[in-house]
């Protein structure tokens, strides 16, 4: 059970609002690309294959952050990745907005998404910031903390179809948002703590490359793997296809599909908000299955339903199912702090092979069967998903932090 709240010290506040903040910001600058994929497509006159492969760089260059980044944490830390792979994000993005304003090809943008993907190595490394700082608080935040990941994509989808109908060039828009990024992110690295010290003030060393590899043997990092791969898909799937599946599926313009690609994403918003209070009264495993369920009744709703208002719907559906995995499989894989960016990396390596393979596999399908349908590839994941919700299971008594490992102002 957990211990008596008490108010957490100046330094952990600014450390945790300094984390929602690095959220938010990331799903901000995502769905500024993903609002306005419609957008690069009628600019390249690219076919729904093309666009998957084209798509394919952002995810095989995120395969290559994820796989590199519990080893490039162990020698960076938590901090330092941060600062190092955000920056990359941003001076990316505007760098995108040249490519797309002056040489608008294929291969240029493939490229520049290739190192945007590459440098997600910053989703790991802000995730094991907010499970130490979940950790030292004493409180649930990481559903909270992914809230703030879906609000920024919220926004970040807001302004693109608003931009969208007031027919601001792509170009301008990705600059923008990459020089915002870009100071946002140099301004909130001095506000946090050292993610790894809890591990080794515990006696746990953190280990070399064997070390780390060798959480991959674990079964129960293996299954809190395949509940994010599922959940992963059911959130990517939406994220890199929902608005031109409304446009190519459902007969909606370009800004409509950004507008519901917004709705989808305020969903998710609202799923790991209200998610707390459920993963607190019922534990991981029942809210897990629960959100399988009504992601897969969403996406076939909106999959075979020809009614706009009834289509959008399971939209909703789908977006609150789809809210919590991500963020429970984090928090289950950072369970125990001794292992925890092993088992994070891991984790998050396994989740991210759906941004991978989703894009040219729906891509590829949606080619010859329409995108809607391509879309039930998705299902079987995310009753995977389900299945293996056993594996987040929670321990049955949350110690309190030791005296030694608590960081000031927690007692």
Known sequence: MRTTRT????????WRNAVFTIFALCGFVFATWASRVPAVRDLLQASTQEMG???LGLS????????????VIARLGATRTILWAYTAVSVAMIALGFVVAFVPAFAPIFLVLLVVGASSTVDVAMNLSGAANERAIGRTLMPLFHASFSGGTVLGAG??????????????????????ALVTNLVLVRFLQPAEQPQEDAGAPVGGFRSRLAVWKDPRVLLIGVIVLGMAFAEGSANDWLSLAMVDGHGFDNPGGAAVLGLFLAAMTVGRIVGVVFLDRYGRVPVLRVSAALAVVGLLVVIT???????????????????????????????????????????????????LVGPPLIGLIGEHTGILRALLVVLALIAAAGLASGAARQPKERRPVPAAVAPEGVA
């Open 7 to 14: 108010s957490p010290s100046p330094v952990l506040k600014r």
């Open 53 to 55: 492969f084209l798509i």
């Open 60 to 71: 095989a260059g995120s395969i290559v952050g994820v796989v590199t980044a519990s080893h």
């Open 159 to 180: 302004v693109g179809a608003l931009l969208e109908l007031l027919d601001v060039p792509i170009g301008v828009h990705f600059v923008g948002v990459g020089v915002v």
């Open 305 to 355: 339903v020809p009614v706009d208002g009834i289509a959008v719907a399971g939209v909703v559906l789908w977006g609150l199912g789809a809210s919590l995995g991500f963020p429970v499989g984090m928090s289950a894989a950072a369970d125990d702090p001794r292992t925890a960016t092993a088992t994070v990396g891991a984790v998050a390596t396994i989740g991210y092979t759906a941004f």
